[in-house]
């Protein structure tokens, strides 16, 4: 005997709606995406449109883009291109790293002064800083190392010290220290301090809770944007070719004020662009699921 007022479940009917209507009996209809579909067609039409005009006009003249793409002198460049970058990066990192715990620093004079540093760096444009360096023996002729306002013991003429490629590093390095510095600070903030907290309680030294505790999970924050800036760095580079540098873009450009063939020179340049930022790409999402390990399920 039933306790509520309902009427007894039909067992061999199907379900039901809400409307007590036999839902097997319903006809369903796919959402229809009229405008989806549209954008993807006027996408696809204009993407081969594109990809015929580089396959059949002749202007892009894809034989000497063929010639030059392997040539010595462009091989040659771009590994001063990949050295520029790594050297750069490497550097701006390592000072970046100092700056960031300069910041962090209950010291409010060490705060200052790498407030100030990174407020100057991205400031002045990374071309001026370049020409500044390239440029250090026009203000100090020689470098002395010994007691601070007394005398020295040793010292280095900057005629011979700093070359192009020298300034070129330092101008990229301490450019690129700026930015670092801001990533690694986020990254360390964005760590939640009770775990700190919970590593002091046990005792765990400062310099342990830093490299063990803090950093790891810092690194997923700060891995996309040092890529990002990586990338740029990389990019950046160009820039040193008002120093006369041989890197990728000044010696495209070499080549091409020679032969007259810009725009084949031009996609030379952007291939190799391409391609290894291609690869820097594929390198940070591995370092990224690396350290994402015990995070994402």
Do not use: C
């Amino acid at each position: 005997m039933s306790l509520t007022s309902d009427p007894p479940l039909d067992r061999a009917a199907g379900p039901q709606t809400a409307t007590g209507v036999d839902a097997d009996a319903l006809t369903v209809v796919p959402v229809r995406h009229p405008w989806r579909w549209a954008a993807v067609a006027v996408t696809a039409v204009l993407l081969a449109q594109f990809l015929h005009g580089l396959v059949t006009n002749p202007g892009w003249e894809w034989d000497v883009f063929a010639r030059f793409f392997t040539a010595g002198t462009i091989l040659k460049a771009v590994w001063i291109t990949l050295q520029l970058t790594f050297y750069g990066t490497a550097i701006g990192f390592a000072l970046g790293i100092v700056l960031a715990f300069m910041r962090l620093s209950a010291s409010p004079f060490l705060g200052s002064v790498a407030y100030a540093y990174i407020w100057a760096f991205r400031s002045i444009p990374l071309i001026v800083q370049l020409l500044f360096w390239f440029n250090l023996a026009y203000l100090y002729k020689e470098l002395q190392f010994g007691i601070p306002f007394g005398p020295g013991f040793f010292s280095f003429d900057t005629m011979n010290l700093v070359g192009a490629m020298s300034a070129a590093v330092l101008g990229l390095a301490l450019h690129q220290a700026a930015y670092a510095a801001e990533i690694v600070r986020g990254g360390v903030l964005a760590v939640d301090s009770g775990q700190l907290e919970a590593a002091a309680a046990l005792g765990i030294p400062r310099h342990r809770q830093l490299w063990r505790i803090v950093l790891p999970q810092a690194m997923r924050s700060i891995l996309p944007n040092a890529a990002n800036e990586i990338v740029s760095l990389f990019k950046g580079t160009s820039i040193v070719s008002v120093m006369a540098i041989g890197e990728l873009f000044y010696q495209v450009q070499v080549v091409y004020g020679r032969n007259g063939r810009v725009v084949p020179l031009l996609m030379v340049a952007t291939v190799w662009y391409i391609l290894l930022t291609t690869a820097l790409s594929v390198l940070q999402y591995y370092v990224e699921r690396h350290y994402a390990k015990g995070a994402v399920r």
